[in-house]
């Protein structure tokens, strides 16, 4: 299925991935064999994840042996007990990671792939 609005048109969801278990600070949420395959035929992202205590999330992002962190909710610590939402574009040639920031439970977190806008 996909949705249109004249010369715009967006691909349905791919695939949904889902984590939920208790996690430590500093742990990279997604498994490396899930993350090295995320990428392929996706554009983008969309990550909706809660959680029981304060925490901040940040995606990984991996090219080769270079590293970069870009910190989701500006850097800011996401609400307790709440549903959060983010979509990010992913490129071909990285592999993506979820590292969590914090001490406590993950209530839930799903990462669904998209084909993008074409």
């Known amino acids: 299925m996909a949705i249109s609005n004249e010369n715009v048109t967006i691909r349905s969801i791919k695939r949904a991935r889902l984590y ?40 990984v992002r991996k090219v080769g042996s270079d590293e970069t962190i870009e910190y989701l909710n500006s850097g800011g610590n996401l609400p307790v007990n709440a549903l959060s939402l983010f979509t990010f574009p992913v490129d071909s040639s990285e592999r993506i990671n979820i590292r969590f920031y914090g001490n406590g439970s993950c209530l839930s977190l799903i990462l669904t792939e998209h084909g993008g806008i074409y």
């Open 20 to 59: 939920k278990a208790p996690v430590s600070s500093g742990v990279e949420m997604l498994s490396e064999d899930i993350a090295s395959v995320l990428h392929t035929e996706c554009s983008y992202f969309t990550l909706s994840c809660s959680f029981s205590i304060s925490a901040r999330l940040a995606i």
